[in-house]
């Protein structure tokens, strides 16, 4: 009887049946068992779900009695597909989905192989959300990133095939949080040990207008950050100076941006000392790589992204402690910000030009480690007294930023990780800000709020500066008198090779990890801010075209390339 249901269904469903492993025959005593494990065991259609879709529902979280109120694709859905089965069994199956929640409805279609094997519901809070002048950020599309990366990595974990996600009433943020909420990486696991990672598709009826340029642009911003994830993660013996510089030559030079390659030699040559001395103590040779895209005519004044790129930091002499060393791989990640921020501006094909800058060394102890006390000469000639050698991420950015000046820069943006006070003052809640320009801090400020990773400003007073020009025996000093106030110094010591111009600062040591549990479109470990990329095109219909604003608000680390693409279009 099993052979004769086989071939029937062969027959009638070709395209369904997969190759399956040869079931354990498993045996009991008790004959009743035995005829239960056999009757179960002739499920031949219990294959994994091939086809996922995510619908969204508007519900007051507030209120466990909301009723619920399925977007306009999930309520087409619900009453072409379904016949309105599945909001009847969501509302059964207790209160709504709240803001980044999913819930998992399988084979909800009448057929009798669904199209869709699962539907996940998300929540997307009230109909009326918007922006929150207290929060400082946007919560519908926030919302959106949230719940649609919730029920992707569900997905996923189910060996789902391919996503269908429906826009949920911003396709690009639909994007994002489900492109990012389903990246991990694994490139270091045996290819049979690592998780399927699915197709994602935007849902619509053929009858239907979607945003399809809105998707794609999330994606794009999506990938960025995943690149700054994916460079952050990777381990410090493998992504040294010089791996570092092969990666972004392989990945640039694709999408069109142009990388030059200058080693020790040069930098000797643009006596950039500072520079010079973090990495004396490496075997590895520091680098220095100079980034060229042009949008625009070549006449036009770039941008200048300064990324820090100290791919481990001991700490030097000034060692570490234990607990501090695991993460330091992920001290280049004003770098890989860079790096994703130009390469999502040349995806996007924006009219800009961008000149970036990655100075890229290693601090670590050997026998010919800069000490405590030691002077050195920067670009422009300033003495600077190393009071101490774990503060050796200001001495890498002086010179570049020196360097930039070649360029009459419209701006200068530096990424780097500069301080881990930041973490008891901001946490994971938003990347530090440090800026002369009012203008760059509104521009910066309004592609956070958009692209969900928050900045906050830190006073330039006076005070600080004179804090690290007290010295007597150097101009200035890489630490500063006194204990206190350390990220507030530290953009007062780069602010002294900044002699004019729009400058700002962005340290992104407190978002460089986060621990999986605030944002659901971010697992445990790097976080890819500030993110260039997810703050990277912002829609405006005057220009009925996508502008990125290159905000470089720390790839979060958690991720956080976008705010960089956002600010850069302002």
Same mark, same amino acid.
């Not at 053929?206 to 994830?229: F, H």
């Not at 080693?263 to 520079?275: D, I, K």
């Not at 030097?316 to 501006?345: I, N, P, Q, S, W």
């Given at each position: ?9 062969? *027959? ?219 460079? *952050? ?338």
């Amino acid at each position: 009887m099993l052979g004769v249901v086989r071939r029937l269904v062969s *027959q009638a469903f070709p395209q369904r049946l997969r190759p399956r492993p040869q079931a354990i025959q498993r045996r009991s005593a008790s004959q009743a068992v035995n005829q239960m494990l056999q009757l179960q065991q002739m499920d031949m259609c219990a294959d994994p779900p091939s086809r996922g879709l995510v619908v969204g529902v508007f519900a007051d979280e507030t209120d466990r009695n909301d009723a619920g109120v399925l977007t306009a694709a999930g309520w087409r859905y619900n009453v072409q597909k379904t016949a309105g089965r599945l909001l009847q069994v969501l509302r059964m199956s207790g209160p709504m989905p709240k803001r980044g929640e999913a819930r998992l409805f399988f084979a909800i279609e009448p057929e009798r192989i669904p199209y869709y094997s699962v539907v996940a519901v998300v929540g997307l809070g009230k109909e009326c959300l918007g922006y929150n002048p207290y929060e400082v950020l946007d919560e519908q599309k926030e919302a959106i990133r949230r719940s649609v990366a919730a029920a992707c990595r569900i997905l996923a974990e189910l060996d789902t095939d391919r996503i269908e996600v429906e826009n949920c009433g911003h396709a690009e943020s639909a994007a994002e949080g489900a492109a990012l909420g389903i990246w991990l990486y694994q490139e270091l696991r045996n290819p049979q040990n690592r998780i399927p990672v699915p197709s994602l598709d935007l849902y619509a009826r053929k009858d239907e207008v979607c945003d399809l340029e809105g998707w794609r642009i999330g994606l794009q911003k999506a990938a960025a950050q995943n690149l700054t994830r994916q460079l *952050q993660e990777m381990p410090s013996n493998l992504l040294t100076p010089t791996a570092f510089a092969q990666n972004v030559v392989e990945v640039l030079c694709k999408s069109g941006v142009n990388v030059e390659v200058k080693v020790e030699g040069w930098a000797e040559s643009q006596s950039m000392h500072a520079f010079l001395a973090v990495g004396k103590a490496s075997c590895e040779p520091p680098i220095f790589l100079e980034l060229s895209y042009y949008g625009t005519c070549a006449e036009e004044r770039p941008i200048v992204l300064v990324g820090q790129g100290v791919t481990y930091d001991a700490g030097g002499l000034c060692l570490k402690e234990k607990h501090e060393l695991f993460h330091m791989r992920g001290d280049m990640t004003g770098a890989a910000v860079v790096v994703a921020c130009c390469r999502a501006v040349a995806g996007l094909r924006l009219p800009v030009n961008i000149r970036g800058l990655i100075p890229l060394c290693e601090n670590v102890v050997g026998c010919n480690s800069v000490r405590t006390g030691d002077m050195v000469k920067s670009m422009n000639g300033k003495t600077i007294e190393i009071q101490c050698t774990d503060h050796e991420d200001v001495l890498v950015l002086a010179d570049a930023l020196l360097y930039a000046q070649n360029f009459c820069p419209k701006c200068i943006i530096d990424v780097g990780t500069c301080s881990g006070y930041m973490r008891q003052a901001l946490d994971e809640s938003a990347a530090g800000v440090f800026t002369n320009s009012e203008i760059l801090w509104q521009q910066i400020k309004h592609a956070s709020m958009h692209t969900g990773d928050r900045v906050w400003r830190f006073p330039l007073w006076k005070y600080y500066s004179k804090a690290v020009r007290a010295g007597g025996r150097s101009d200035v000093q890489n630490s500063g008198i006194d204990r206190g106030g350390r990220p507030c110094k530290a953009a007062a010591f780069l602010r002294e090779f900044v002699p004019c111009g729009q400058w700002m600062h962005i340290d992104a040591t407190n978002v460089m990890v986060t621990k999986g549990f605030e944002y659901e479109y971010l697992r445990k470990g790097m976080a890819g801010r500030p993110p260039a990329d997810r703050r990277a095109a912002h829609r405006t219909p005057s220009t009925q075209g996508f502008l990125l604003e290159v905000t470089l608000i720390q790839s979060h680390i958690y991720l956080s390339t976008m705010a960089l693409q956002e600010f850069m279009i302002c």
